[in-house]
């Protein structure tokens, strides 16, 4: 059977990842996750994108014009329950990041609309982490860019650490129509780490009507596109799962709509305590 066209598989060397929106088919998300060894380097511009550097393990120096951002990241493994430190730049800039040990680096990028936020360090210490979901629904989250954070112009940056043998980004949801404020439009990917790193986890991405309808096997450092549909997650028995979401579209708000065949779940019917969480 091919592999989804929505399934990017993981490279073995430096350049783990590159999404971009020629790639990916769509306007707005970029996408790029890199290995760095002690010392290595990367030089980059955000030209008339915004790019928010999160540093998933390890630590890097960041060298902004005349501004060093020094020591971001701090964690081993994207499991500790420690939140990452990030770096937001608008456009027209020039970076290097070099890691002070071995590393592994998102680039999280979305058009600018005016470029004039100033270059920000988002420190892990001051993020928002919470618990969503109940029983085999419960995922950990922590918000590193998200719309409370006035930061950004259009980047939405999150990521969600999934319980062996639980689900995700569920009941399912979507975020593919310009309809505020019952729905908003914003493209997203997903980059996922197993642990342990032999694990393989499984994502649908499916419309209504079913005229995209693909369910993807994914396995250690390999990244979902989502252009549009409902998007869950489901991590097997023995496998902790982690993934990056980026997100970006016409605006910054996050509203989803529920898939209504499985919205019943969330009701006081359903089995457990009524909820009305986020997916």
């Known amino acids: 059977m091919p592999i989804s066209p929505l399934l990017i598989k993981a490279a073995p060397g430096r350049e783990i990842c590159c999404v971009t929106p020629a790639s990916a088919g769509w306007q707005h ?14 030089s980059l511009e955000t030209g008339a994108r915004e790019l928010c550097v999160v ?3 390890g630590s890097v120096d960041v060298q902004v014009g005349g501004q060093r951002f020094a020591g971001l990241g701090k964690r081993d493994s994207v499991f500790e329950e420690i939140s990452p430190d990030a770096l937001y730049l608008p456009g027209g800039q ?17 058009p600018c609309v005016e470029g004039k936020r100033p270059v920000c360090r988002i420190d892990g ?17 922590c918000d590193i860019l998200m719309g409370d954070n006035p930061a950004a112009e259009r980047l939405l940056v999150v990521e969600v650490i999934t319980p062996a043998g639980h689900s995700s980004s569920y ?6 129509r310009d309809a505020a404020p019952d729905e908003t439009l914003l493209e997203e990917t997903y980059y ?10 499984f994502q649908r991405v499916y419309t209504d009507d079913r005229s995209l309808d693909e ?35 016409p605006g910054r708000t996050w509203v989803f709509r529920n898939d209504p065949a499985h ?15 986020r997916p």
């Open 171 to 176: 009941p399912p949801h979507k975020h593919d």
């Open 29 to 42: 998300v970029g996408f790029r996750a890199l290995r760095l060894g002690a010392g290595e380097h990367e």
């Open 192 to 201: 996922h780490r197993l642990d342990p790193p032999q694990g393989f986890a």
């Open 94 to 110: 020039r970076l290097t990041i070099t890691a002070t040990r071995a590393a592994e680096v998102a680039l999280c990028s979305a």
């Open 55 to 57: 540093v998933l393990t």
């Open 215 to 249: 369910a993807c096997a994914v396995e250690n450092h390999d990244v979902v596109l989502v252009p549009r549909g409902y998007h869950p997650v489901v991590a097997p028995h023995g496998y902790r799962l982690y993934y990056l979401n980026v997100m970006a579209g």
């Open 125 to 141: 210490a001051g993020m928002r982490r919470s618990t969503r979901g109940a029983g085999s629904n419960a995922r950990h989250v």
């Open 263 to 277: 919205e019943w779940m969330l009701h006081p019917a359903a089995s457990g305590p009524a909820q009305k969480t």
